[in-house]
T-cell receptor, first 115, second 111 residues
Framework: DAGVTQSPTHLIKTRGQQVTLRCSPK?????VSWYQQALGQGPQFIFQ???????QRGNFPDRFSGHQFPNYSSELNVNALLLGDSALYLC??????????????FGSGTQLSVL | GDSVTQMEGPVTLSEEAFLTINCTYT??????LFWYVQYPGEGLQLLLK?????DKGSNKGFEATYRKETTSFHLEKGSVQVSDSAVYFC??????????FGPGTRLSVLP
């Protein structure tokens, strides 16, 4: 059973460019969340997708957008890249339950470097 | 807003030493509390969790007790191993909300 898979593993971009990161959730999971982890810091919540809609959003600008496909996979898009966007981007999947206590499974992340 | 504070690292211990990593939180409601571990080059893995006051989460020799009166969830292990070297994240989650992570504490265990 494959866990959460992310691609690519590493990416180098220049300021002003746009980037798309991809995530396939763990089998049986229907919810995908994206986190940004800057060097030496904890993950910061970007947004969560469920049923192909953005369900929750953290404190990130509109340059960060996403999408969820019918097969539950997801993309994170970042426009007009800034140097400060350099970070490890983590995807986490879960399965919604009535208790609201779903368990997160994380991928290994995409390391984005903006030069 | 909701937040998690952890003791600063890095923490360096000898093998078989006792480990404590402090974690305190601020939350507007009654959160569930978690410890996640991140090994080099990997994503985060759930280590243990507790959902209500006085609950003790445990896994792989690690323990943490949900202390509502002190808003704390300190991680402990009686005898660490070299393989425990990793970054440890304390996190909280309110019902139906996203996870809020602390800054992480890097642990290095020397043989």
């Amino acid at each position: 059973d494959a866990g959460v898979t992310q691609s690519p593993t590493h990416l180098i971009k220049t300021r002003g460019q746009q980037v798309t990161l991809r995530c396939s959730p763990k089998s049986g999971h229907d919810t995908v969340s994206w986190y940004q982890q800057a060097l030496g810091q904890g993950p910061q919540f970007i947004f969560q997708y469920y049923e192909e809609e953005e369900r929750q959003r953290g404190n990130f600008p509109d340059r960060f957008s996403g999408h969820q496909f019918p097969n539950y996979s997801s993309e994170l898009n970042v426009n007009a890249l800034l140097l400060g966007d350099s970070a490890l981007y983590l995807c986490a999947s879960s399965r919604i339950n009535r208790g609201g206590d779903e368990k997160l499974f994380f991928g290994s992340g995409t390391q984005l470097s903006v030069l | 807003g909701d937040s998690v504070t952890q003791m600063e690292g890095p923490v360096t211990l000898s093998e078989e030493a006792f480990l404590t990593i402090n974690c305190t939180y601020t939350a507007t409601g009654y959160p569930s509390l978690f410890w996640y571990v991140q090994y080099p080059g990997e994503g985060l893995q759930l280590l243990l969790k507790a959902t209500k006051a006085d609950d003790k989460g445990s896994n792989k020799g690690f323990e943490a007790t949900y202390r509502k009166e002190t808003t704390s969830f300190h991680l402990e292990k009686g005898s660490v191993q070299v393989s425990d070297s990793a970054v440890y994240f304390c996190a909280l989650r309110l019902y139906g909300q996203n996870f809020v992570f602390g800054p992480g504490t890097r642990l290095s265990v020397l043989p």
